[in-house]
């Protein structure tokens, strides 16, 4: 199996914005984006879960209310 790694992380990790990512904990975007982005400002929803959406949304927003 090939391993693809969207290319669109590297931006939004260096555009300093908070990042909610959808999608399975095992990935290499998960990996790269919790090492790499500021406690609080990277959030991770499994697929399905529209109540851990909002929650991730409103953590984002209070960190990045508190900058």
């Given amino acids: 199996m ?12 260096d555009s300093g914005k908070p990042i909610l990512y ?15 982005v500021s406690p609080g400002w990277y959030q991770r929803v499994a697929p399905g879960d529209p109540a851990g959406v909002a929650a991730a949304l409103e953590r984002l927003a209070a960190g990045a209310s508190g900058v």
């Fill in 2 to 13: 090939r391993h693809v790694l969207p290319s669109k992380i590297y931006g939004c990790i």
């Fill in 22 to 36: 959808i999608g399975p904990e095992e990935s290499d975007v998960h990996r790269l984006g919790s090492s790499k």
